[in-house]
């Protein structure tokens, strides 16, 4: 007798893509405009899209929801981190709130823990250097920053990497101010060559998943 097997296709994995509203008196967060222009799919890959509010409680629980919904094998996070000159990607999350400014709901928590008795540090699981060198190669700039600063999207980070544990590769990407935010003392990029070095850090990540 022939041994019959079914051969099921693998259901098409999906990348969770999650960028922040405006805040601090903006009146636009580059990562909104940009997560608007990425596709719905990159290479066969689903893109899961969520716009986060800027609010230290509201926005790990809600993107937290939709990564139980989706399992994604990827988790990448966009912020403005206003005043740096280069899109980063950050090295590791504290477990510290610090606000300098209220969020959006008014909270403005100064030198809380995230979890108490929560790990100092915990380290995104995305391969950075690799992803850094790889978007070098191809002309574009990215840098490694140590940490996600100590503002909501540092909380965000931290609680979606305590959240995924090694289930899911998570990490955080802040891009600099653009140019229409007016911040004329402060370094801008273009809002296109923002999405450039991000579109390609996806296409990567997908590549990866092939
Ligand atoms: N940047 C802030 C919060 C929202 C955003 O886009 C941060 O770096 O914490």
Redesign the pocket.
């Known amino acids: 007798m022939i041994e019959s097997r079914k051969i099921r296709k693998d259901s098409k994995k999906t990348i969770l893509i999650s960028a922040?509203s405006a805040?601090g008196g903006d009146g636009i967060?580059p990562?909104e405009l940009i997560l608007d222009k990425l596709p719905k799919s990159v290479n066969g890959v689903n893109i899961e899209k969520i716009l986060l509010p800027?609010e230290f409680i509201k926005a790990p629980l809600e993107l937290i929801d939709l990564y139980n919904k989706v399992s994604p094998s990827y988790v990448i996070m966009l912020?403005?981190?206003g005043g740096r000159s280069k899109v980063t990607i950050e090295e590791k999350a504290k477990n510290v709130m610090n606000a300098r400014i209220a969020d959006n709901s008014g909270n403005m928590p100064v030198g809380e823990a995230i979890i108490d008795g929560g790990e100092s540090f915990l380290y995104s699981n995305l391969p950075i250097d690799e992803i850094i060198s790889e978007i070098n190669n191809k002309g574009l700039e990215l840098e490694k920053s140590s940490d996600?600063?100590e503002?909501?999207?540092?909380t965000v980070l931290y609680r979606m990497l305590n959240e995924a544990k090694d289930k899911a590769k998570v990490g955080f990407i802040?891009v600099p101010f653009i140019k229409e935010q007016n911040h004329n003392d402060k370094p801008f990029m273009e809002l296109d060559d923002i999405y450039d070095v991000i579109y390609n850090i996806i296409e990567i990540i997908t590549k990866k998943e092939e």
């Open positions: 922040f805040f967060n990562t800027v912020g403005q981190a996600a600063g503002y909501v999207c540092n802040h």
